[in-house]
């Protein structure tokens, strides 16, 4: 079974502040997602990253895989209140009909 | 687009008792799953779906059928309702080469 961990599990901030969620596995993925849920909601996609050493960027948060492709780490730069929520990794096997591993989640809070 | 849908939003029963989510959606996506999470355990697969008429079991499925007639639809159904499995429930529609999932806004049961 792939395990995905992520840490911090909490963190709570104030805005303006920078933080680094990391996504971290001993198994490697074809593709790393990650999500952020909101209270009540279901998760939304925010972005998938593919290759060894990649990085996106997402307005003020930046992504970035692995290059083993065995951990993904998000950068959020000076953190709103907006971004409050509960940020989810999950990685991919090859094959369009893989399963998902998600991690445990990182809950994010940032206060005025 | 409405996307995912599932229904009901929340619902309480009686150990026992057995109901049916519901879970719609209007992207034509051929792979369908269904989730559920719980505090420090992150999403768990319990089952998910290739394609219509196509099902298989995922990391949790004791307790639950699903069945698969069209692309559109994929309910569940808890057969004797246990108090382990008061949870909230996600169903999600995946695209494209790297397994993107869309997630509908969950149902939140609680079997006392």
């Known amino acids: 079974t792939q395990l995905l961990e992520q840490s911090p599990q909490f963190l709570s901030i104030q805005e303006g502040e920078n933080l680094t969620v990391y996504c971290n596995s001993s198994s490697v993925f074809s593709s790393l997602q990650w999500y952020r849920q909101e209270p009540g909601e279901g998760p939304v996609l925010l972005v998938t990253v593919v290759t060894g050493g990649e990085v996106k960027k997402l307005k003020r948060l930046t992504f970035q895989f692995g290059d083993a492709r065995k951990d993904s780490s998000l950068h959020i730069t000076a953190a709103q209140p907006g971004d409050t929520g509960l940020y989810l990794c999950a990685g991919a096997g090859a094959g369009t009909a893989s399963k998902l591993t998600f991690g445990t989640g990182t809950r994010l809070q940032v206060t005025l | 687009n409405a996307g995912v849908t599932q229904t009901p939003k929340f619902q309480v029963l009686k150990t026992g008792q057995s109901m049916t989510l519901q879970c719609a959606q209007d992207m034509n996506h051929e792979y369908m799953s269904w989730y559920r999470q719980d505090p420090g355990m992150g999403l768990r697969l319990i089952h998910y779906s290739v394609g219509a008429g196509i099902t298989d079991q995922g990391e949790v499925p004791n307790g639950y059928n699903v069945s698969r007639s069209t692309t559109e639809d994929f309910p569940l159904r808890l057969l004797s309702a246990a108090p382990s499995q008061t949870s909230v429930y996600f169903c999600?529609?995946?695209?494209?080469?790297?397994?993107?999932?869309?997630f509908g806004p969950g149902t939140r049961l609680t079997v006392l």
């Open positions: 999600a529609s995946r695209r494209g080469s790297y397994n993107e999932q869309f």
